[in-house]
């Protein structure tokens, strides 16, 4: 309610006329109607006066209220969309913009109300409305002064995604700047930067960022699918644990990782059922593959990665260390192989070759 309603209601509630209120205040009975028809508010010296003569306290008068929860902030945003659906779009916006008025301090209502807007005219909007996206914009600006992190961040990422989309370059890099290399928006921060050199037409920089982020993700995966499968065989879901191991191995070579890595999966597999010639069989192909140089110029997806190395010398460095721990007495993992004819072979004439 606003304070103008508030005065007259509370003035009716007490039985006072407008007269008998001014005459209280020590103000004209005019001043008194003004206040309650907008026209005009109370100086700020007589709030406490006012409030005192009408019985209430000054939260109430002024019809402060404490900000929005988030449940209430989601109710309200529901009923935005059903009012754009039934009203139309110009009606939900100023629906969304009184409500932005009564909450002013509320960044999360405030960006949340600008996103919800913004989706509402594009989807209910009969035609373009140059003014109202202005307006939603300027809520996005607010919400980026937020001192909430989360709130700013996102706030803006999305105003980075109106510079770029308007070509304001600059603006848009000088904001990525302030983002965290972990921004808690819609899209990371990454991802922008990849889209501004796209738009610039800087190809090789944008390909760069996008092949180590995807270097990134696979590790991950790869990482998963490990855990997945240890994860599958402790519940004794052996048939999965077998799907999860060949689904790590083709990844490996799908996407051009060392070949090297796509047996740990496999291997992890056959060690963990204590399977000795399934272990020699990977091993005798995984060990090779320890000094095949992982060679990142001849797949398409690595092309422009500006530090990409072979991994001939990493292999020939590893070797010894990956043989010294097979053949480690003290290993547990690899103590029921160590005793099988076929795997001594196999480790004494790889252990040869290094020697030589």
């Not at 889209?195 to 944008?206: H, P, S």
């Not at 998963?224 to 065989?233: E, K, P, T, V, Y």
């Not at 990956?322 to 053949?327: G, I, P, Q, R, V």
Request: with cysteine; charged share 30%; aromatic share 8%.
């Amino acid at each position: 309610m606003k304070i103008n309603e508030m005065i007259r209601e509370l003035r009716i509630k007490k039985g006072f006329t407008q007269e008998q209120l001014a005459s209280l205040l020590g103000v004209s009975a005019p001043a008194v109607n003004k206040w309650e028809k907008a026209a005009s508010y109370p100086d700020i010296t007589l709030l406490p006066a006012l409030a005192r003569v009408l019985d209430t306290d000054l939260n109430t008068l002024l019809s402060f209220k404490n900000e929005p929860t988030r449940e209430e902030i989601g109710d309200f945003l529901n009923k935005l969309a059903v009012d754009a659906a039934e009203n139309g779009a110009e009606h939900a916006f100023r629906m969304g913009m009184d409500k932005v008025r009564e909450y002013p301090s509320c960044d999360l209502l405030i960006l949340n109300i600008a996103v919800t807007l913004e989706g509402i005219l594009g989807m209910y909007a009969k035609e373009e409305h140059p003014a109202f996206k202005g307006e939603i914009e300027k809520l996005y600006e607010r919400a980026a002064k937020s001192t909430d992190e989360q709130i700013r961040d996102r706030a803006n990422s999305l105003l980075i995604l109106k510079y770029i989309d308007r070509k304001e370059y600059e603006k848009a890099e000088e904001l990525l700047k302030q983002l965290p290399e972990e921004a808690g928006s819609m899209m990371d921060k990454s991802q922008m930067q990849v889209r501004l050199y796209m738009k610039q037409k800087q190809w090789k920089e944008a390909a760069n960022i996008l092949e180590r982020k995807l270097m990134t993700k696979l590790n991950e995966i790869q990482s998963a699918l490990l855990d997945s499968m240890i994860i599958a065989l402790e519940e004794g879901r052996d048939t999965d644990a077998e799907e999860i191991a060949e689904i790590s191995r083709q990844t490996a070579g799908l996407f051009g990782l060392w070949r090297f890595g796509s047996y740990s999966a496999p291997l992890q597999l056959a060690l963990a059922r204590q399977d000795t010639g399934r272990c020699v069989e990977i091993l005798k192909e995984m060990i090779p593959a320890v000094l095949e140089p992982w060679e990142l110029d001849r797949s398409p997806l690595y092309r422009h990665m500006t530090d990409k190395k072979s991994s001939e010398n990493f292999g020939e460095t590893i070797l010894p260390k990956l043989l010294s721990e097979f053949l480690d007495p003290g290993n547990k993992e690899f103590g029921f192989l160590q005793r099988n004819p076929e795997f001594q072979s196999l480790m004494k004439e790889w252990k040869s070759k290094t020697i030589s």
